[in-house]
């Protein structure tokens, strides 16, 4: 199998339902900012060593961004049911749920808003997060609107990458600076 196959040379690309859509579409736009957030947790697994405990979150995340790029680019909803990794449901958000308390429970507690920073992949964190409430936007705005669990989970996905900023800048002995 080749990596190029032409067929997007004129600014169109195919969903999984086989329909074409222009690359600038809200939809197109949509995966392709959950695809920079799954780079940018790439890049934070690849910036310094971190705790295992997280690498082995991050990289569930990530399988957790395929699927839910999958979904978005499954407008007539064919790929889903055929595929069970490609289905983010409610106890994905749960599982988010549980990491926040886990790892919150490990920091001191916030008192003021911090400035993004801190080790290279907390700071990596701090940029994922932010991706993450753009691709949150740009999800919320599909019409017609998708499966509301893929909102309810970039939206805990982000809070768990502020946490997770934190903690790895906590256990790389790295101070917040508050603003």
Partial sequence: MKIYTRTGDSGETSLFDGTRARKDDPRIEAYGEVDELNAWLGFVLASSRIDPGIDVEILAIQRDLFALGAQLADPGEKLAPRVEKAVIADAHVERLEQLIDRFESTLPPLRRFIL?????????????????????RRIVSLQPPVDPVLVRYVNRLSDLLFVLARAVNHQGHVPETEW
Avoid: F, N, Q, S
Wanted: aromatic share 0%; charged share 20%; with cysteine.
């Fill in 116 to 136: 993004a920073g801190g080790t290279p992949a907390g700071a990596a964190l701090h940029i994922a997060r932010t991706v993450c409430r753009r691709a949150e």
